[in-house]
């Protein structure tokens, strides 16, 4: 191949952009993390900024009203990154605390869900619509 094909080949894939995911794959990723069990509303704290600057780097905290003990699993779902599951904690009786935190690129403004796999088999979950000023998760944008 040459030198000429390669720059073309790159020039091209910088325009590609990834798609974003829509509110229904959201629904189809909750849907297969809880094999089709609907999820009660309660139990689930999502903490993160309503408005938010740079989508670079979002610090989030969920925590589950529960003793540590019965929460198995705390997922994160976006609506409108590329990949709408964004994170999967596994818990177990000596995580301590049912609580985790991390950071998370946001492509835009879009509505974020946590959802918490309870012992008993049962899912909880929290929502939570947030605003982002700068944009993360785009690759290939001409500034």
């Given at each position: 191949m040459k030198r000429r094909d390669l720059i073309a080949a790159g020039t091209?894939?910088?325009?590609?952009?990834?798609?974003?995911a829509?509110?229904?794959?959201?629904?189809?990723?909750?849907?297969?993390?809880?094999?089709?069990?609907?999820?009660?509303?309660?139990?689930v704290q999502f903490d993160i900024a309503q408005l938010i600057d740079n989508g670079n780097a979002v610090?989030?905290?969920?925590?589950?009203?529960?003793?540590?003990e019965q929460v198995r699993a705390i997922a994160i779902f976006t609506e409108r990154n590329p990949?709408?599951?964004?994170a999967v904690?596994?818990?177990s009786p000596r995580s301590g605390k049912a609580?985790?935190?991390t950071r998370i690129r946001l492509a835009t403004s879009q509505r974020l869900m946590a959802?918490?796999?309870?012992?008993?088999?049962?899912?909880?979950?929290?929502?939570v619509d947030v605003i982002v000023a700068l944009a993360a998760c785009i690759?290939?944008?001409a500034p």
């Open positions: 091209l894939l910088a325009l590609v952009r990834p798609t974003s829509t509110p229904a794959d959201m629904a189809a990723a909750i849907n297969t993390f809880t094999g089709g069990a609907k999820p009660h509303t309660g139990k610090p989030v905290t969920i925590a589950v009203d529960s003793p540590a990949q709408t599951e964004v904690f596994t818990l609580e985790v935190s959802v918490a796999r309870m012992s008993d088999g049962s899912y909880w979950a929290h929502g690759e290939g944008e």
